[in-house]
Each structure stands twice: as C-alpha cells, then as structure tokens.
C-alpha cells in the first residue's frame, strides 16, 4: 500500500496515524491535505468552514505524549479547542476525538484517565461531545459519570460484533471504524452495521469505502433509521464532493478533522 493510500485509511479509523504522522519522513507534508494544522487554533477555522457548509466535525489530536509535560500540554489543547467551539457557536455540529495514548496512556493509564476526565467535564460545560477510543473496561466506567460520551469500534478486532451488540443500547453513541483495512475487516464491518442499525443507540459509520457507505445507507433503510439517527464519518480532504452531496440529502455527516504537531 502506497503512503498516500495508507494515511488515508489511517485517518479513517486505522490505529497507526499517530504513528504515521509523527515518526515517517515527509509524512507531515503528505498529510497536509487531511490534517487541519498544527494548532487547535487552525483546526477550529477548518471545523468552522465546515459547519458553513453543513457538516459536523470531529477534532482529534495526533500526537502521542512521552512525558507528564507533554501530556499536559495535550490536554490544555483539547481544553482551548473546546473553549474556541464553544465561543464559535458550533458546539452542535463539532465534537472532539481522544484517545486514551493521546493523554498519556502510554506510559500511566491512571494520569491519563484523570486527563479523560478533566476532557469530559470540560465538554459537557461547552454543550458538545467527546469520542473516546479507549477499552470497553475503561468506557464503562468513565460512563458512569459521562453518559454520553462515544465509544470506538474497530471491525477487526475479534469480538467485535458481541461489542458492537453490547453497545447498541438507547443514548449510546458509537463510531465504527474498519481498524487494520482487509477484507474480512469489510465483513465484519457490514455485520456491525447490521448490529448497530437495529439497536437503540446512535451509530457513527466512519469509512471513506465508497461500497460500505452506500451498504451502510441500504441497511438504514432497511431498518427503518431516519436520517439524523445514525451518521456517516468521512476523513477531511477525502470524498469531500460526496460529503457535501450526502449532507444535501439530508444525511448528517461529521468529518474527521485530525490535527497536532510534536509536543
């Protein structure tokens, strides 16, 4: 797989993005077509052209930090996006993404947790959402107190369907993502789908596949989801004609808006 064709499936909800950008050469300036900037500042104008336009947004922040410091500098970046969203008027349409690595999960969990939990409050003060790609261990109890916050799904993870079943219950956003891109990952995507669509909760089709998008819009039919009770996720600077042609169409559509630089 070319480097180009690899950011773009890393962007669309495949785990090695932050490793991606952050560690290959030239990477940076291949991904300057999908990554908002290196400030939370520069990502907020590019949600907010693209509220103008009638898409909602996930903000998510590459980097992974190595130390408390930078971890900390992570989250005052979240914080500020947030303030900024909120100060825009676009708390409606723009959510932020945050992985459990992205705040220090990669070398102290119970920091990064507490980080999680400091996000999260400051979210729910802001009127917005948070997605948070973590353990289903981990997502349970920090739903304890953030009932609405998101979790992640990746279809090739085994077990992926009895987590999906799981999760699909009334007032549970979920976002699915293909994860490692093959073909049985594809499979198990439709099936989650499936799972997801006829339950109670409020699922995030994340995929820049032009086949799954039209299997996931045949299945809400077939379930009988209206529009506005499920989402498609899109990369930014991916399919962005057919982004707007959905959103036309009534379909809600959130653009995965990843930014950052080394912290």
């Keep these: 797989m070319n480097p180009l064709r690899s950011l773009i499936f890393a962007i669309a909800g495949n785990d090695t993005i932050r490793h991606f950008v952050s560690t290959v050469p030239g990477s940076r300036s291949l991904g300057g077509r999908f990554v908002a900037g290196e400030t939370g500042t520069e990502a907020v104008a590019t949600v907010q052209r693209l509220a103008d336009e009638g898409l909602c947004s996930t903000l998510d922040r590459l980097d992974v930090p190595g130390d408390r410091a ?88 085994p077990g992926v369907e009895a987590q999906a079943a799981a999760l699909a219950v ?18 198990a995507y439709v099936r989650c789908v499936n799972i997801l669509l006829a339950g109670d909760g409020h699922p995030i089709f994340a995929t820049a596949d032009r086949r799954l998008l039209e299997i996931i819009a045949e299945r809400a039919l077939w379930h009988g989801r209206k529009q506005g009770e499920y989402e498609f996720q899109l990369p930014n600077g991916v399919r962005s004609d057919e982004q707007l042609a959905l959103a036309q169409d009534g379909e809600t559509v959130r653009v995965h808006v990843p930014f950052g630089g080394h912290l």
Excluded at 73 to 79: G, I, P
Excluded at 104 to 127: P, Y
Excluded at 178 to 183: R, Y
């Design 170 to 187: 009334s007032g549970s956003r979920v976002r699915l993502t293909t994860g490692a891109a093959s073909h049985q990952a594809d499979l």
């Design 70 to 157: 930078s971890a900390e500098r992570a989250v005052q970046e979240y914080l500020r996006v947030l303030d900024a969203v909120h100060a825009e008027g676009i708390s409606e349409c723009v959510e932020v993404g945050v992985a459990l690595a992205a705040v220090g999960g990669a070398f102290d969990e119970k920091l990064a947790l507490d980080n999680l939990w400091r996000i999260c409050a400051a979210a729910e003060q802001c009127a917005t959402e948070v997605t948070l790609d973590v353990g289903l261990a981990v997502m349970a109890e920090l739903r304890r107190t953030w009932p609405a916050a998101g979790a992640v799904l990746r279809a090739s993870d």
